[in-house]
């Protein structure tokens, strides 16, 4: 069929537009008359009409048809293709994956605060991007201190495992500055080093009567200016006991234990009550699959940090709000020994499961950005 005269555009318009009303069947002038002829003629030829109007070979859509009393309506349900519906229905576990392997990659972090690493090869002590190996004995955990000596101990005590009997002073010549009453049945344990009111004291456990039912383990701090001692509370029986504890102006946070029980430490020495219902915290995890652990607070006292599965939380304390959460690789919480929180820093001191040897620690920003220190074993910030 010719289209001479025609714009193409107006050719493809009228064969695809689909027409308001369905075409006549017959010339108008001979429709009118028939209509005018007889009732009769004029039913058979609208019944034709609808006929036509409504027939068809699409399949594309089915036609339902739903009566009242006073009208009928068509509604039209498509079917949607399978292959589009699997497209738009992403899997969520896909997307977790792809944001916790992007959040987590660790970067290059670049930092003016000095560390101390203890390991079994000696104290390192990492400045100004510089390592320097301080002795070759071999240490669980160390503290610096201004005059550039160091507060250290050699073992720290696993569960149901006997720890050290003294806390060493490390210098040009090495002294022990706490030991343990009874090195039979009494042990000590080194957690923190902090400075309050011009004189730097040490944190210290004492744990007597290891092996039977009247085991105790007390709190004290050491002043180092002074070699006075003062007993903060008793922490631990023979089968309760805390973790590694921090100090953080007038706090004191760790992690507890009793049994089956484990939750957060809090011990309060300005009156000031910190309740770990506020922090929305349980007071004690009863076998629980992934529970909060590893608290701890910063020398000010006013930031918490604690794991929670593969999240690290930082939380103010004054005023209950977490001011950070961070991805963590997934599964690592499973190998995290301590946290050490310093300003908007933190220290990830990490084991291998297996040997159970220390890791290289994480140092890691609020951001999320993280790098891998180079010398294995416990790190701590100096302060």
Request: glycine fraction near 8%.
């Amino acid at each position: 069929m010719s289209n001479d005269g025609i714009d193409p555009d107006e050719l493809w318009a009228q064969t695809t537009a689909i027409p308001a009303t369905p075409p006549p069947s017959a010339p108008p002038t001979r429709q009118l008359i028939i209509i005018g002829a007889s009732a009769f003629v004029v039913m058979l030829i609208v019944g034709l009409i609808l006929t036509l109007s409504l027939g068809g070979d699409d399949t594309s859509a089915v036609i339902a048809t739903t009566s009242t009393s006073s009208s009928t309506s068509v509604a039209l349900t498509t079917t949607l293709p399978t292959p589009i519906v699997t497209t738009l229905a992403p899997t969520t576990s896909e997307e977790t994956t792809t944001t916790s392997s992007t959040t987590t990659t660790l970067v290059g972090l670049t930092t003016n605060q000095s560390i101390t690493v203890a390991s079994g090869l000696g104290i390192s002590h990492i400045a100004d991007a510089k390592t320097t190996r301080i002795d070759s004995n071999s240490w669980a955990i160390a503290f610096r201190l201004a005059d550039g000596s160091f507060i250290a101990q050699h073992v720290t005590p696993n569960t149901g495992q006997q720890g050290d009997t003294a806390i060493y002073r490390v210098g040009a010549t090495t002294t022990v500055i706490v030991s343990a009453p009874n090195p039979e049945t009494d042990w000590v344990r080194l957690h923190d080093v902090y400075t309050e009111s011009g004189s730097t004291f040490v944190l210290y456990s004492l744990n007597t009567n290891f092996i039977s039912t009247e085991a105790k383990e007390e709190l004290f701090a050491l002043d180092l200016n002074t070699g006075l001692t003062t007993s903060f509370s008793v922490v631990g029986g023979m089968n309760s006991g805390v973790s590694r504890l921090t100090y953080g102006n007038n706090i004191i946070v760790g992690e507890k234990f009793e049994e089956a029980n484990a939750g957060p430490f809090f011990l309060n020495l300005d009156g000031y009550l910190t309740n770990p219902n506020d922090l929305g915290l349980a007071d004690s995890y009863d076998n629980c699959t992934v529970c909060p652990t590893k608290f701890t607070v910063d020398p000010s006292g006013q930031r918490l940090a604690w794991i929670e599965a593969d999240l690290l939380v930082v939380l103010d304390r004054t005023n209950a709000s977490r001011i950070a959460e961070i991805p963590l690789p997934k599964g690592l919480y499973t190998s995290i020994s301590s946290l050490d929180i310093f300003g908007d820093l933190i220290l990830i001191n990490v084991y291998d499961s297996n040997s159970g040897a220390m890791g290289k620690p994480i140092l890691m920003s609020f951001a999320g950005t993280s790098t891998i220190l180079d010398t294995a074993g416990t790190a701590t910030f100096d302060q």
